[in-house]
Nanobody
Framework: QVQFVESGGGLVQPGGSTRLSCVAS????????MAWYRQAPGKERKLLAT????????YIPDSVKDRFTISRDDAEHSVTLQMNNVRLEDTAIYYC?????????????WGQGTQVTVSS
């Protein structure tokens, strides 16, 4: 079964930048729309940004669209979230998500989550 492996994040100062990466491991035929979600402390997981197969950004809220960039690399089976000018309220666990089809996978796959903590 295909799995997503996330990396990046950690402790970031307000106004700083960090980059989250998510790579699918295993045999992949196609990855449809890809997305990042985040779950702030004590809150529900929420959709943050999506990117379709044509590399068009289908959704990104006004609260982050001037600071965050979602991109994908189909050759690497990966999705990336570049986070600039981070704020305290960006502290959360970030998850990648996508529908993946392969020889032994046909369904939605979640990354394991990576913590981003914004603090001075």
């Amino acid at each position: 079964q295909v799995q997503f492996v996330e990396s990046g994040g950690g402790l970031v100062q307000p106004g700083g930048s960090t980059r989250l990466s998510c790579v699918a491991s295993g045999s992949v035929d196609v990855i449809f729309g890809m997305a990042w979600y985040r779950q702030a402390p004590g809150k529900e997981r929420k959709l943050l940004a999506t990117i379709n197969q044509e590399h068009g950004v289908a959704y990104i809220p006004d609260s982050v669209k001037d600071r965050f960039t979602i991109s994908r690399d189909d050759a690497e089976h990966s999705v990336t979230l570049q986070m600039n000018n981070v704020r305290l309220e960006d502290t959360a666990i970030y998850y990648c998500h996508a529908y993946i089809r392969g020889p032994d996978t046909d369904g939605y796959v979640w990354g394991q989550g990576t913590q981003v903590t914004v603090s001075s």
